[in-house]
């Protein structure tokens, strides 16, 4: 009599322990050839940890913090933030209640009149339809900076401060950054901050990866060697 096959587990699973798929790393290859162009960035790396940029949904939440932590500590920007929340009574920013909030409404929360007509026109340009935030990410990074721009108290750094936390767009760079500059000095053992030419020569070798390349720069000042 020929012998039976076993029959499989219940919806064919395989007996024994179940093994979770290994979480797939999405910055690896930014990684991997950061490690390969200069071995400064290997014990950077290795002290840091693998790369923590993740998209973010809240992206009118982005740009509205944005505004309101411009120049001011982030200790203050937390706090007008939280009052600005308070105040349109949702856990988001939404262009809607902001602009139902208005100039004094807004200048409640601690932000100065020129911030909050900025807040305003933000709003405005969502609301109406003419910065739609949803699809924005199907643009090139140069159609995203001359959208964003457009909207008053939204510069060059902001713009980029969203492709890169926001929409995780893996080549920017930002030389107008203040930590990139300080980043760059140290991590290059210069004798004063790079001007920005001089920061767009040193990260030429970063490409196509810059983003990544900034963002274990701002680690390392947070996170210094102990």
Known sequence: MPSRRPLPSPEG????????????DPWADAVAHLRAIDPRWCPLIDRIGPCLLRPKTDRFGILVRAIVGQQ?????AASINRRLLEGQGTPRHQAETLLALGVEG?????LSGVKA???????EAVASGRLVLSRIGRLGDAEIMAQLTEIRG?????AEMFLIFALNRPDVLSVGDLGVRVGIRDHYELESLPNP????EL???????????MWYLWRSIDTPPT
């Open 203 to 213: 990260a030429e070798p970063w490409r196509p990866f810059r983003s990544v390349a």
């Open 117 to 123: 007509s900025y807040v305003l026109h933000l709003s």
């Open 13 to 24: 699973a395989p007996s024994g322990p179940r093994i979770l798929p290994a979480r797939v």
């Open 72 to 76: 001011i500590s982030s200790k203050a």
């Open 197 to 200: 030419r001089r920061c767009v």
């Open 106 to 110: 807004i200048r409640n929360a601690g």
């Open 154 to 158: 939204i510069g060059p750094w902001t």
